[in-house]
């Protein structure tokens, strides 16, 4: 599966973001779909994910409540709506999927999006 991250840019702390991530080549539905994130000289983290149907999410603490992970699976599409934007989550953000079989490894990375967000 093919994916594209969208919807990165420059925002001022308390602002608002949404992260869209398109995908195609393979059926959409039967991925879970997470979102991921690498800040300057930091490690990649994880940010949230969502089940095949989108009946189960998780998230990372550190954005439980000011973000929240969306699919539209008619549309291949998974969004990540980013609320209370803090300049801690400045970072290129990258969705990624797997499928049941590959246990909590993801095989599949979009190329991921910046977003920026200023104080």
């Known amino acids: 599966v093919q994916l594209q991250a969208s919807g990165g840019g420059l925002v001022q702390a308390g602002g608002s973001l949404r992260l869209s991530c398109a995908a195609s080549?393979?059926?959409?539905?039967?991925?879970?779909m997470g979102w991921f994130r690498q800040a300057p000289g930091k490690e990649r983290e994880f940010v949230a994910h969502i089940f095949k149907r989108g009946a189960i999410t998780t998230y990372a603490d550190s954005v439980k409540g000011r973000f929240t992970i969306s699919r539209d699976n008619a549309k291949n599409t998974v969004y990540l709506q980013m609320n209370s934007l803090k300049p801690e989550d400045t970072a290129v953000y990258y969705c990624a999927a797997r499928s049941d079989y590959s246990g909590s490894y993801y095989p599949y990375w979009g190329q991921g999006t910046l977003v920026t967000v200023s104080s």
């Open positions: 080549g393979r059926t959409f539905s039967d991925y879970n």
